[in-house]
């Protein structure tokens, strides 16, 4: 149990879907971050929060959108995505967000196949 | 920019073996170097980490000494056991751009 929770685990969406990712860390820390998972691939960073304001977009598509309502809680909203959008998404938190030698503590991450 | 290059995997042991996972990076300045495991069906977690040239992390009896002069990181196991099997990354944090830049992870299974 890493104190980073990912709901859903698994989630099967048409392209004309809309649904969402929610993260929530329960570590009192102030920075949040998207990561995108695909085999064979380097992890990719999407979007990164810090003190609920965004200081990181990766130049991802707008088909993904972030919510940072408060420092606990991070979403990613998804709308008409892509087959090549399908991967293990992942969350994850740190203290501070402007360290360099800050660690990350990760979710278990949001399986995400699009149909 | 930053990179991080990885050995391609996967790597393939017997219980007992010793392990070398090959890591060398590209950074500007002097970054810190992180090794994290990703178990199956699981998040990335930390194994071990080191912030100057010639430090040695070490975790779980894993090891990986900062060689700057060689820009690596390798990680090293002198004994693998089955629950060893994970996907290992290996990640830099470099000054300037605090976030980590991550290579494409090598998939170690190890056989009883």
Redesign the interface.
Not at chain 1, 97 to 109: D, V
């Given at each position: 149990e890493?104190g980073?929770t990912?709901t859903p685990r698994h989630l099967v969406m048409g392209m004309t879907n809309k649904k969402s990712l929610k993260c929530e860390q329960h570590l009192g820390h102030n920075a949040m971050?998207w990561y995108k998972q695909s085999a064979?691939?380097?992890?990719e960073?999407m979007f990164?929060y810090s003190l609920e304001e965004r200081v990181?977009n990766n130049s991802v598509p707008s088909r993904f959108s972030p919510e940072c309502p408060n420092s606990s809680h991070l979403f990613l909203h998804l709308h008409t995505l892509q087959p090549e959008d399908s991967a293990l998404y992942?969350?994850?938190s740190s203290q501070d967000?402007?360290?360099?030698?800050?660690?990350?503590?990760?979710?278990?991450?949001t399986q995400l196949s699009v149909l | 920019g930053n990179s991080?290059t990885q050995m391609e995997g996967p790597v393939t042991l017997s219980e007992e073996a010793f392990l070398t996972i090959n890591c060398t990076y590209t950074a500007t300045g002097y970054?810190?170097l992180?090794w994290?495991v990703q178990y199956p069906?699981?998040?990335?977690?930390?194994l071990l980490?080191a912030?100057k040239a010639d430090d040695k992390g070490s975790n779980k009896g894993f090891e990986a000494t900062y060689r700057k002069e060689t820009t690596s990181f390798h990680l090293e196991k002198g004994s693998v056991q089955v629950s060893d099997s994970a996907v290992y990354?290996c990640a830099l944090?470099?000054?300037g751009s605090?976030?980590?830049?991550?290579?494409?992870?090598t998939s170690l299974i190890v056989h009883p």
């Open positions: 890493t980073v990912q971050y064979k691939k380097p992890l960073l990164v990181e992942l969350c994850a967000g402007g360290l360099a030698n800050e660690k990350l503590f990760f979710g278990s991450g | 991080v970054p810190s992180f994290y069906g699981e998040g990335l977690q930390l980490k912030t990354f944090s470099a000054e605090y976030i980590p830049t991550f290579g494409r992870g």
